[in-house]
Structure formats: C-alpha cells, structure tokens
Nanobody, 118 residues
Framework: QVQLVESGGGLVQAGDSLRLSCAAS????????MGWFRQAPGKEREFVAT???????NYADSVKGRFTSSGDNVKKTVYLQMKSLKPEDTAVYYC????????????WGQGTQVTISA
C-alpha cells in the first residue's frame, strides 16, 4: 500500500501564499495520479486539483489561476502552491492517489489544516 503525508498547512492572512507537500512512501509506482481535495467544516469534500507523473494538471474552477500543483518524482513528493488565498479556501487539505487497478482514490493522507483569516 501507499502511505501519504501532507504538510505545509497553517494560518495565514487573505492574499498570502502557502505551499502544501504530499510525500509518498511504501508501495509507490512510476505512473500515478495524485489528487488534492479539501473539506471545510459542515461542507462536502471537494476536488481541488490533480497531477500525474507526466506533470499534467487539472484544477477546480474555484482555484484555477491561483493554485498550481507540481511533482518531484525523485523525492516522491507532490506540491500544491496556493497563492492569493481567500477565507473560503479555509479547509483541511488532503492528498490522495489512485489505485492502479480500480482507478479510484484509494490512498489518502491525514490532511493538513489551512486557515485563511480575513
């Protein structure tokens, strides 16, 4: 199985930036799809971004132009660079990777809290 650990969350002011990291270990593979998700209290978990091993990315409309995902395949780490943060970005952010057989996001990190003050 794959183990994922997010880091980099914190408390910042609106307009500031944060970079989240997601480090993978265990049974990792050269080809992957990594997803970023977030969940605020009382709200459904929502999709934020995806990145694959080639570096192709996809973003939710709510973060497009502000968030950028990237990956370091040697370090087995993916990043989410978040700029121009807004209070509505406040959430627990999770990374997850797809299982190669089911193509579902089967492996999840523990989450990292991102809080944006107005």
């Amino acid at each position: 199985q794959v183990q994922l650990v997010e880091s980099g969350g914190g408390l910042v002011q609106a307009g500031d930036s944060l970079r989240l990291s997601c480090a993978a270990s265990g049974r990792t593979f050269s080809t992957y799809t990594m997803g970023w998700f977030r969940q605020a209290p009382g709200k459904e978990r929502e999709f934020v971004a995806t990145i694959n091993w080639i570096g192709s990315t996809n973003y939710a409309d709510s973060v497009k132009g502000r968030f950028t995902s990237s990956g370091d395949n040697v370090k087995k780490t993916v990043y989410l660079q978040m700029k121009s943060l807004k209070p509505e970005d406040t959430a627990v952010y999770y990374c997850a990777t797809k299982d190669s057989a089911s193509h579902l996001y089967a492996y999840w990190g523990q989450g990292t809290q991102v809080t944006i003050s107005a």
